[in-house]
């Protein structure tokens, strides 16, 4: 079983996700032979086989732009794996952070992706918060928020906390839904203004999940 059990293809490879272990942002795709996966689960970095090289490569070994691997996770037919990662820079040797910065659109050309690429949700916002930031727009509110400072998203992160404590207590799901959204809007309009990363965020909380909440409490 284990890597025996792996469906390698005729070349005797594997494809390979690397998706952020924290935000959940598929960074890159490449392959994998035995060799590959063996050193990727003895080092803790990803390891990958070069199709065009033929040869074995650890990610970053001559960027710098390395990727620590958290856990391998393996699909339902063997054939692909999972990387759950913490990457050190960008992970394209174009300098994206990702390799997904492209859109095939609705009429199948391919465009240039926003910022945000084919990121999840709140790190999407995130990125669109920070490109607000840095623009010049008048009618933004995100840059009205973010130029008024911390008392302003202090005071509108009370009232949004409010009208979610509020609809939690007698309103519809779909309110209550529409209100935890406002919250984490403001939430990350705080972190950005503090240029505290959504991923920072995210550490945090995944540091949690072995220790209790009254442990967790009690140690602060």
Known sequence: MGLDALNYDNQGLVAVIAQDAETGEVRMMAYADRTAIERTLETSEAHFFSRSRQKLWQKGESSGNTMSVREVWVDCDGDALIYLVDPAGPSCHTGQDTCFFRQLNTGGELVEGSTAGAAPTLLRLE??????????ADKSYTKSLLDAGPS???AK??????????ALIGESDD???????????????????????LRDLLTVLSKRFSRSGHEEKASR
């Open 127 to 136: 990125r669109i918060l920070r490109e607000r930031r840095a623009s010049s």
């Open 152 to 154: 302003k998203i202090d």
């Open 157 to 166: 992160m009370r009232e949004e906390a409010e009208e979610l404590g509020q």
């Open 175 to 197: 309110r209550v839904a529409s209100e935890a959204g406002d919250v984490l809007y403001h939430l990350l309009v705080g972190l950005v203004l503090r240029d505290i990363s």
